[in-house]
């Protein structure tokens, strides 16, 4: 089946157009939340990062604390390592179990892995084509600032953390501009969906 990997930087709009993608059918696989269930509680995984960095790790009812371990793993770069180690490999099986799944009556005929480092990681080497939602920079800031009440800086910090924005665009195989409103966003991934949907249609011949 025909994976297409969505990207975009923070504020870009990728969850937006990953919602219109999984409205038309489209099944939808969230490595954000792929990256959450290795973690869950009673998982091996929670329990070498426990053992890790402490009971401290975890909050009261045994879940990870993420802040507390995005502030360690921020502070040294050694224990960054350690914990990509551990959980890119998990990370990357469950995607690949979830995106061959066979396939549903009524889904669509191909397959959506949504990452915000996809075009960062090997997991950009489980898709046949990367689309972009791309944005720029100064409505990026603006729309994650209102999101998520945060100041400049710390939006500024983020975006600094991701892939440029530019070398996104040149290894994008399609860029959707999401500068204007979500009725826009909407009608360019409609427009993209009959275009993937026509790609699938000729690998199955």
């Not at 709009?13 to 993608?21: D, I, P, R, S, V």
């Not at 489209?26 to 998982?43: L, Q």
């Not at 975890?58 to 879940?63: S, T, V, W, Y």
Request: proline share 3%.
């Amino acid at each position: 089946m025909l994976i297409i990997g969505l990207t975009g930087g923070i504020g870009s709009g990728k969850t937006a157009a990953a919602k219109k993608f999984s409205s038309l059918h489209v099944t939808v696989i969230n490595a954000d939340t792929v990256a959450r269930e290795i973690v869950a509680s009673g998982s091996e995984a929670l329990a070498a990062i426990e053992q890790k960095f402490g009971p401290d790790i975890l909050l009261a009812n045994g879940d990870l604390d993420r802040s507390q371990l995005r502030h360690m793993i921020f502070a040294d770069p050694e224990a960054k390592i350690w914990l990509e180690s551990l959980t890119h490999p998990l990370i990357g099986v469950r995607i690949f179990e979830q995106l061959n799944q066979p396939h549903k009556k009524g889904e669509a005929n191909y397959r959506i892995l949504e990452s915000p480092l996809l075009l960062e990681t090997s997991q950009r080497q489980l898709t046949a084509r990367i689309c972009l939602i791309d944005v720029p920079t100064k409505i990026q800031l603006e729309r994650t600032m209102a999101r998520d009440n945060n100041t400049e800086q710390q939006v500024l910090a983020i975006m600094a953390s991701q892939m440029d924005g530019e070398k996104k665009r040149l290894l994008a195989d399609d860029v959707i501009n999401n500068s204007d409103n979500l009725d826009e966003l909407h009608r360019q991934v409609e427009s993209m969906h009959e275009r993937y949907q026509a790609l699938a249609k000729e690998m199955q011949l």
